[in-house]
Nanobody
């Protein structure tokens, strides 16, 4: 069993900051890409920021210069520091991890249940 759990969402005023955390745990052999996506009602889930399997960070254009992704590979954790938040950043934020589970033959996508970020005055 592999679990991916997010934390850190909440209500923040425009211009404020939040830090999201994500932890992958369980029967993990190795983790490749790991990152964050967001989704608003009626729309598809979209990339916010992630580390590729080669370890390079990539960002959606809408968050470049405001959000910073980081990771602690020893802890199987990834973080998203969100600064200068805007109302349009309001969404459910999901953590994604590309994991080979112990005893599993291949790479699989694992998703957390999401954490809600609301940017409003």
């Amino acid at each position: 069993q592999v679990q991916v759990v997010e934390s850190g969402g909440g209500l923040v005023q425009p211009g404020g900051s939040l830090r999201l955390s994500c932890t992958a745990s369980g029967n993990i052999h190795s983790i490749y890409g790991m990152g964050w996506y967001y989704q608003v009602p009626g729309k598809q889930r979209e990339l916010v920021a992630r580390f590729t399997s080669l370890g390079s960070p990539i960002y959606a254009d809408a968050v470049k210069g405001r959000f910073v992704i980081s990771r602690d590979s020893a802890k199987n954790e990834v973080y998203l520091q969100m600064n200068n938040l805007k109302p349009e950043d309001t969404a459910v934020y999901y953590c994604n991890a590309e994991i080979i589970a112990t005893g599993s033959p291949g790479l699989m996508d694992y998703w957390g249940k999401g954490t809600v970020v609301t940017v409003s005055s």
